[in-house]
């Protein structure tokens, strides 16, 4: 039966994504008493141990001085990336925040084109129009009987701050997934946040409530879980036919938020919810056929 699941990549993906929105839920659930910045740095801890043994058990090569540099680089990004989502997860509805993230997308094309020179089209750029102004519409939404607050403001404010980081990070990576392997990216994507987290919450907070420890290395292991599932799905499926799924992240949020935080965010979330989302297919497909143009191939004929 594991193996009919492993050769099913919808399935895994799917399962990937619920995942990560139980992180989010279960940083909203347990920051406010053990520390985000705990939080963040035991995660990233106990999920770099595991990437190193994976690492070390797959015999990879050590990796060179200029591959370190930069990711280390990315790591600092990705760290800055972590701690303001969070931040925003704890001052908004797992909804908004979750909407919000969709957001990362419309943003990549832009900073593909500042850091690697690739061309906006016309129709990147209104989706992209389309996309914020969906999202303008989506912060609308607040829960019943709930009233704006400053920190409310400060939490859309990091989650945009976030979404921008996390486009970056995609793109950054995208510059080396040519020149290094999946594990190796995972080695580096967990072991960089932890070394730069650690002294730093050491330093300025002391040690954690390590009665914490427990839940602390269950999160570092679902953030590698979900990185494991999504390669998983990825390598058996085309990135066109998964991508979609991503915004499935929507209904387990929504799930998490209603049942465990009682949030229930106003019908403006959810329409300006369905407008990022359309917007971002557009952004995705458009890259898609843009490519067929370049390569004057009919689609089928381009590997995904």
Not at 7 to 21: C, D, E, H, N, R
Not at 143 to 166: K, Q, S
Request: charged letters at 10%; a neutral charge; one cysteine or more.
């Amino acid at each position: 039966m594991l193996t009919r699941f492993l050769a099913a990549p919808l399935l895994i993906a799917v399962l990937a994504i619920f995942m990560g929105s139980g992180i989010d839920a279960l940083v909203k659930a347990v920051a406010p008493d053990a520390g985000l910045h705990h939080l963040l740095a035991w995660r990233f801890l106990f999920g770099a141990i595991i990437a190193l043994a994976v690492f070390r058990a797959r015999r990879k090569p050590i990796p060179s001085f200029e591959a370190t540099r930069f990711h280390t680089l990315r790591g600092a990004v990705q760290v800055a990336a972590a701690f303001l989502f969070f931040y925003a997860v704890l001052e908004l509805p797992l909804a908004l925040a979750t909407i919000i993230g969709f957001t990362a997308a419309l943003m990549v094309p832009f900073v593909a084109r500042t850091l690697l020179g690739e061309r906006v089209t016309p129709m990147g750029l209104g989706a992209a129009l389309v996309g914020f102004a969906g999202a303008v519409l989506a912060i609308q939404g607040l829960p019943e009987g709930d009233t704006e607050t400053g920190n409310r403001l400060y939490g859309i404010i990091a989650c945009f701050l976030a979404a921008f980081l996390y486009a970056l990070t995609l793109v950054l990576l995208r510059m080396r997934a040519t020149k290094e392997d999946a594990t190796t990216i995972a080695m580096f994507t967990n072991v960089i946040p932890a070394l730069i987290l650690l002294p730093i919450t050491f330093g300025l907070f002391g040690a954690p409530n390590w009665s914490d420890l427990p839940i602390f290395a269950l999160f570092g292991l679902m953030g590698f879980a979900v990185w494991y599932l999504m390669t998983l799905a990825y390598a058996r499926a085309p990135a066109q036919q998964l991508a979609p799924l991503e915004y499935t992240a929507l209904i387990w949020s929504g799930l998490f938020g209603a049942i465990f935080f009682r949030e229930f965010p106003g019908w403006q979330t959810w329409a300006g919810a369905a407008i990022i989302i359309v917007a971002c297919l557009i952004v995705a497909f458009e890259s898609h056929y843009a490519t067929r143009r370049e390569a004057k191939l009919p689609a089928s004929d381009i590997p995904e």
